[in-house]
């Protein structure tokens, strides 16, 4: 936001242009511009300029008749001078002052249009816009002191208080309290007689250096490139620049819109101010001092010189370091990559058929690999030679009582899908309950129907099939559970 140095250079510029002038029309083409409703706009044209002045952060331009435009530039407005009847910018454009051989052209970047112009008329509707704050190249020392110390705020909010001091801002605080050596979170009920001298000869010097030094950039020509960030500022938006004075890197604390920036040597004796953005990350681990934190930087810096990385962790996920770069990405929790890692090998294996029928259950094991371990061979070819008698004997009464059975036990998860819930799979290949007795582990039958049944649709197949197996199943030839599933 334009502040006291700027503004000043502004109204000096636009009096030189306009006093005396007519001022023929005003262009309004930003919609939320106009803040009064009475007067009307109109009655300001065709008047002559008598005066420009400041008013806090506000340009004031009094017409005749004691009629008075204040225009409020807010963080965004900016002010031109153009040829007459210049064309306005839809983008940027707000509104056009015509006079006879110029306009004074007011925009605004960024989306937020909070620029403002009032039309008021008489000296005490011009009065009730002003905040009350004393002027800062005007004030005393002890009217200074007494302003400072009627609250107890810090030193920051003290000084942007358009209630407390008039054109003071953002930036040029963080100037003023650089120049003075004072914390921007120092309080002002906490600080003596010596400190407030100081900062009263700050406020008073850089006010007036500022104002000079903008005076000469702009010379004759109308100011542009108006901001609050200037190469030739000692802290304010110098984030991590040396300080001018000690070299030390600036800091900042970040506020909503704002930023507070200040040298910790300079300013806070060494010691480290939250930046209220990283330090409520690192909370305990956020570095008090200045030398915390540049100890902390220098060895970051030599670990990347060295090409030195960072011992890991070792806690219960520690192993974890050891996987592929890929894998530590995607997994970062141990437990979980050697799950889906399993269950991806057994996944691939299971297509080529060696999975064991019999599976073991396990952390998110879908079986296990016949062979795996040499001292289990004996039993798994007990097991499979055991399998392959029952499956006769089963498929014997089976032709018997008119269905023809076939029993896999080796039933693959392509199988499976279309037949039962994966619920109903995983209870099968768990066993029946207890109380049923079933010595082969069956989990599908395939084609149950009557031999001497005519063919018939899916739909006719299916019916056939449900019934026989659940007569079967009524006479205890098939486990119930296995011919539900397969129903």
């Not at 010596?194 to 700050?202: E, G, M, N, S």
């Not at 008090?288 to 996920?317: F, H, M, N, S, Y």
Request: hydrophobic share 35%; charged share 30%; proline share 7%.
């Amino acid at each position: 936001m334009p502040e006291l140095p700027d503004v000043t250079v502004y109204v000096e510029h636009v009096a030189r242009r306009t006093v005396g002038r007519l001022l023929e029309r005003v262009r309004v083409l930003g919609l939320n511009l106009l803040r009064t409703v009475e007067p009307e706009l109109a009655t300001a044209h065709e008047r002559e300029v008598r005066a420009v002045r400041r008013l806090g952060k506000r340009i004031v331009i009094e017409l005749e008749g004691g009629l008075f435009l204040v225009i409020h530039l807010m963080i965004a407005g900016r002010l031109h001078w153009k040829e007459r009847g210049v064309a306005l910018s839809r983008k940027v454009g707000l509104a056009a002052f015509d006079f006879p051989d110029g306009s004074l052209t007011l925009t605004e970047a960024g989306t937020k249009k909070r620029a403002a112009l009032r039309v008021v008329e008489g000296e005490k509707a011009l009065a009730a816009l002003d905040p009350g704050g004393g002027e800062p190249l005007e004030i005393t020392l002890a009217a200074f002191r007494e302003t400072l110390i009627r609250e107890n705020h810090t030193l920051k909010r003290a000084l942007t208080d358009p209630r407390a001091f008039s054109g003071i801002g953002n930036s040029y605080s963080d100037e003023i309290l650089h120049r003075a050596k004072l914390s921007p979170m120092a309080l002002t009920s906490r600080l003596d007689d010596d400190a407030i001298a100081r900062l009263h000869a700050a406020t008073r010097n850089v006010l007036v250096e500022w104002t000079e030094r903008l005076r000469d950039q702009a010379g004759e020509e109308f100011p542009e490139g108006v901001t609050a960030f200037r190469p030739e500022m000692a802290v304010h938006g110098k984030y991590k620049q040396p300080c001018p004075v000690c070299g030390t890197l600036v800091q900042r604390i970040v506020y909503a819109e704002n930023e507070t920036n200040y040298c910790p040597r300079c300013q806070t004796r060494g010691r480290l101010l939250a930046d209220r953005s990283l330090s409520r990350l690192l909370r305990a681990d956020w570095p008090k001092t200045i030398e915390e934190l540049e100890g902390r930087r220098a060895a970051a810096c030599r670990q990347r010189r060295d090409g030195v990385e960072r011992e890991p962790d070792r806690g219960r996920d520690a192993h974890v370091a050891e996987l592929p770069p890929a894998a530590r990405h995607d997994q970062p929790n141990a437990s979980r990559h050697r799950q889906r890692h399993n269950n991806l090998r057994h996944r691939n294996r299971e297509h080529r058929g060696s999975i064991d029928p019999s599976p073991q259950r396990g952390h998110g094991q879908r079986g296990r690999e016949i062979g795996d371990d040499p001292g289990e061979d004996v039993e798994a070819e007990e097991i499979q030679e055991g399998l392959r008698e029952r499956e006769h004997e089963t498929a014997g009464r089976d032709h018997q009582d008119g269905h023809v059975g076939c029993v896999e036990p080796r039933m693959r998860a392509s199988q499976t899908r279309g037949i039962c819930p994966p619920s109903a799979i995983a209870n099968a290949r768990r066993g029946p309950p207890r109380s049923v007795p079933l010595s082969v582990p069956t989990v599908e039958i395939r084609a149950p129907r009557a031999m001497n049944a005519p063919a018939a649709g899916p739909a006719k197949c299916a019916a056939a099939s449900a019934s026989g197996l659940l007569d079967s199943a009524s006479e205890g030839n098939v486990p119930m559970h296995t011919a539900w599933m397969s129903t």
